[in-house]
């Protein structure tokens, strides 16, 4: 093998071929790493100053897997291995005994990857000789972790699909620059854990935190070279070891102390009573191409592992244009990923996924399939099955990329079709009104002929990738010079509109019309039937300046800049999630059909029922819908429903005030305000008919421009259930 070290026992003693990875016994660990095409595997363990003092070959062989136990050995062993076998890119195979390798398996890591020329598995670019580099000083190290943790989260929270409300997060940016935050916690696993944080969730009334990529990652040299770094995370190397700089603990040099402070975050957030769910990366590795760096896949069993282009095995089939596509169609990769799952759900407490570029994972064959092995692994498991599951339903694969809509009945997907739709409706595109109420009552159209719920649809109007909440209405092109390729990365296709004038404003009236603009998005989103996905911040105004593409902005760029938080716009988030998680005819998790459809009645501003000549009105921008709360989607523990108030929502997206009739709906019903976007509060804007009450059908109701009423008839209490 090439590199020094001192040399150890001869051979471990006989281990086990399962569990895969590092597994720590009474007096020793098991050691087991996967590689169908592996002469030869050699385990090499270092001491904490990185020097490598044993190196043992894995002579015990079983059905692929190498293993073999070594006594003495316990937590936080640093250790790695180097593959003995062939190496003939020309058949896809790329061994190479110079390389340290990562274990798939560690529960964590030690050190980061540092670019140059010896982490590359080839002598040069296009070489089918191998490089006789060493990589151990430019790698890092696997560690032995232990799996033990006083957890006390009890009864861990599960909410129902109906009932969730997403907060998607970064656990950097979102704590970085809280003041209430210790210095030494901000931007960590513990500082997401502070009270101050949870509180501060608690207090707006989101139920599940959706954390960006957690698993070990790392930059591109190419980022690298330009002095950023890969911020979102979107970048993994490890899929069952937290990211080791979001740690606390690794900070004050505790290598290893990720894996407690991680657990510790999760308990915090679930007693107080707060799911968590991660975003993960199944479709790609930082390994990155054919001229990559040699980390861990592709040493240890390249075909394994990633699909490679059939007609020549030097390449890889990228659908995730990144470089590379993991393998979804082995069973080594599939076994890596259902084994990671499972280990974040038992192991580490956390409440389910959201899937990046899931349609890889479907794409068994080349084409995407629900029958696809993962799919039918996934819905089989008694562990994995039984957890939130959320889909990014594409990729940027040449066929099926866009599969919304397609997914088994047990996902859930982000639904691209209603941040397109919402974001086109308010700033008064014609998209047309049935375009509107299909999106907002959960996108029957998508998934009801599957016989799925409305809550198959996770509903968004701004996520991580793309404008902020903020910059959505105050810009009409993207601006990410600071990302260094000339503003020639991320979408063109925003759907934005500047309000007037593009970026930072001192005018009051584009200023106003911009905070209307986002309270009428927000009280869609979060009225709407599904599963609402807030980006975290837009409720308090976070702005990206205009770059919509911040995966590489490690700094204030994209931490929440807690000091100018829109306090105004805070507390209207508040009170319309308030609002939702009151009232059950928000929340919706069936379909209304035959009779049941009365329940859900559109009408014009007229006063009138939609017709269809209106319904295919492709111009009109306003309509009001009447939601019957006598049929409530709850019900008792005898099975009787829970009956709720009825409701009307006034939808005006023009750029005029616009005057509503109130419709008549249940007999001698009287409409109290209960929301109105134009203005920051309940009932601000001036335009009802009294401080309170709106009144009764064949009223007029005057709706502000590009704004959204809610309309409450109470019933009374014996009529309730």
């Known amino acids: 093998m090439a590199g020094g070290g001192a040399a150890g026992p001869a051979s471990p003693l006989p281990g086990t071929p399962f569990p895969l990875g590092a597994t720590v016994r009474r007096d020793g660990t098991n050691f087991a790493v996967a590689s169908g095409v592996a002469d030869r595997v050699g385990l090499c363990l270092f001491d904490e100053a990185g020097a490598e003092t044993t190196r043992v070959s894995l002579r015990d062989f079983d059905a692929g897997v190498w293993h073999g136990f ?17 190496y003939d890119p020309s058949r896809g195979l790329r061994c190479n005994p110079a390389k340290l390798l990562l274990d798939p398996y560690a529960r964590a890591l030690h050190g980061t990857v540092t670019p140059g020329p010896e982490i590359l598995g080839y002598a040069a670019p296009g070489s089918d000789s191998p490089s006789a580099a060493d990589s151990a000083a430019r790698v890092p190290r696997s560690l032995v972790a232990g799996e033990a943790f006083d957890w006390t989260d009890g009864d861990r929270p599960a909410y129902r699909y109906e009932d969730t ?35 501060y969730l608690l207090d707006l009334g989101v139920t599940t935190v959706e954390l960006l990529p957690v698993h070990e990652s790392v930059p591109e040299s190419f980022l690298v070279e330009r002095g950023l770094t890969n911020y979102w995370g979107y970048n993994t190397i490890g899929y069952f070891a937290p990211h080791q700089a979001y740690s606390a603990a690794v900070r004050a040099g505790q290598p290893g102390g990720q894996v407690a402070e991680f657990k510790a975050m999760v308990n915090a957030l679930h007693r107080a009573g707060l799911e968590v769910l991660l975003d993960v990366v199944f479709n790609h590795t930082a390994e990155g191409n054919q001229l990559g760096p040699t980390l861990c896949f592709r040493g240890l069993d390249n075909p394994a ?28 990769t599939l076994r890596l990923i259902m084994d990671s799952l499972r280990y974040w759900v038992t192991q580490m407490h956390v409440d389910g996924f959201r899937f990046d570029l899931a349609a890889t994972l479907g794409r068994q064959d080349g084409g995407f399939a629900q ?26 694969g040449q066929m099926d990329s866009y599969d919304l809509g397609r997914f088994p009945p047990l996902w859930r997907e982000w639904n691209g079709r209603y941040r397109d739709t919402m974001r086109d409706f308010w700033r008064s595109h014609p998209v047309g009104l049935s375009e509107f109420a299909t999106r907002f009552c959960g996108s029957a159209d998508l998934y009801a002929g599957a016989r799925r719920r409305p809550t198959a649809s996770v509903n968004l109007i701004t996520v991580h990738d793309g404008f902020t909440l903020r910059d959505l209405v105050s810009y009409d092109g993207k601006h990410n010079e600071a990302n260094g390729e000339s503003n020639r990365d991320g979408t063109t296709d925003n759907r934005s509109w500047n309000c007037g004038a593009e970026g ?28 609402p996905l807030l980006l975290g911040g837009d409720e308090i105004g976070r702005t990206q300046l205009g770059n919509n593409n911040a995966y590489c902005q490690d700094n204030e760029l ?73 049929d409530g989607p709850d019900r008792a523990a005898d099975g009787t429903p829970l009956l709720d108030d009825d409701f009307l929502v006034l939808v005006n997206a023009w750029w005029e005030p616009l005057d509503f009739v109130l419709p008549d709906t249940r007999p001698q019903a009287g409409w109290q305000a209960e929301l109105d976007t134009f203005g920051p509060g309940a009932a601000d804007a001036g335009t009802l008919a009294g401080p309170a009450v709106a009144g009764r059908a064949g009223g007029k109701l005057t709706v502000g421009p590009r704004s959204l009423v809610v309309l409450r008839s109470a019933r009374p209490v014996e009529m309730r259930g």
Do not use: C
Not at 507 to 529: G, K, V
């Open 504 to 531: 930072l404003t001192a005018d009051p009236d584009i200023l106003a019309l911009r905070a209307r603009q986002s309270r009428a998005m927000l009280a869609t989103l979060l009225l709407s039937f599904g599963v």
């Open 70 to 86: 070594l006594p003495g050995i316990g937590a936080g062993q640093a250790y790695g291995y180097r593959v003995t076998g062939p």
């Open 371 to 396: 029958v696809s092995a993962f799919f039918d692994l996934v819905a089989q498991d008694p562990v994995v099955s039984q957890v939130k599951l959320v889909a990014e339903p594409w990729d940027v």
């Open 305 to 332: 592992y990633y699909r490679l282009d059939d007609g020549d095995p030097r390449f890889y089939f990228d659908t995730t244009g990144t470089g590379n596509s993991l393998n979804t169609g082995d069973p080594v």
């Open 165 to 199: 409300i997403i907060y998607e997060a970064h656990v950097k940016g979102l704590t970085m620059r809280h003041p209430d935050v210790p210095l030494p916690l901000r931007g960590t696993y513990a500082g997401l854990a502070h009270e101050a944080v949870i509180g």
């Open 558 to 630: 994209t931490w929440f800049d807690w000091a100018r938080a829109d306090h105004d716009l805070l507390d209207f988030s508040k009170r319309v999630i308030a609002l939702r998680k009151a009232h059950p005819v928000f929340r919706r998790r069936r379909f209304l059909a035959g009779t049941e459809a009365a329940e859900l009645r559109w009408f014009t501003p007229a006063g009138g029922p939609m017709s269809p000549a209106e319904w295919a009105d492709g111009s009109a921008l306003a309509v009001a819908l009447y939601l019957d709360g006598s």
